[in-house]
Structure formats: structure tokens, C-alpha cells
């Protein structure tokens, strides 16, 4: 079945970095457009970067821009999202998305989170 794993999150004190990371299997990933997203309590999910299925267009949110960087590896079915000068208003659950296009119609997977906190 299809499954998105997100790891890396954890505590970071402001002006840190992490790098979250999300491992997919159970479909055709390299053919998936990927894109990360996340929500802080009493907020709802907005969109933080998002990658074409090669890697060659990336987009990002503007509160992130500059920032966060997000690339993928197709031979290991991963996308990753590099966050440096984390600022406490990033705390959020981060989630994986994959869009995957078979014939005419679009689906959506999404990881079960991961938690980012970034405070002193």
C-alpha cells in the first residue's frame, strides 16, 4: 500500500537548522509531484514547497522563501526539505504529499506528520 514516512523533525533553537526527510513507497514515485506542508495548532495546513516529479521546478511559500530548500531523490523514493534559519513561527507538524497522475484523474497521499519545534 502506498506510505509516506516523514523523520527528522524534532527541537531546534532559533536560527537553527534541521532536515526533514520522506521516504515513499507503493507507487510510482519518480512520476509523483511532491510537496511538503504544515500546520501550527489553531492554523490551518498551508503549503510549504512543492517539487515537479524531476526535481526540475521547485515553489515555495513566502514566509519560507530563501530559507528552506526542498530536492528529491528518485533512485530513493525520498524528498527532503532543508529548513536553516528557523524562526520560532515555523513550529508546525510537517507533512509529505505526493500527487501522482494516472490517466485522467489525480491522487493524493499524504504522511501522518512529523513535529517541528523551534524555541529557546
Known amino acids: 500500500q502506498v506510505q509516506l514516512v516523514e523523520s527528522g523533525g524534532g527541537l531546534v533553537q532559533p536560527g537553527g537548522s534541521l532536515r526533514l526527510s520522506c521516504v515513499a513507497s507503493?507507487?510510482?514515485?519518480?512520476?509523483?509531484?511532491m510537496s511538503w506542508y504544515r500546520q501550527a495548532p489553531g492554523k490551518e495546513r498551508e503549503l510549504v514547497a512543492g517539487i515537479t516529479s524531476a526535481g526540475g521546478i521547485t515553489n515555495y511559500g513566502d514566509s519560507v522563501k530563501g530559507r528552506f530548500t526542498v530536492s528529491r531523490d528518485n533512485a530513493k523514493n525520498t524528498v527532503y526539505l532543508q529548513m536553516n534559519s528557523l524562526k520560532p513561527e515555523d513550529t508546525a507538524v510537517y507533512y509529505c504529499k505526493a500527487v501522482q497522475q494516472i490517466l485522467l484523474h489525480l491522487y493524493a497521499y499524504w504522511g501522518q506528520g512529523t513535529q517541528v519545534t523551534v524555541s529557546s
Open positions: 507503493g507507487f510510482a514515485f519518480s512520476r509523483a509531484a
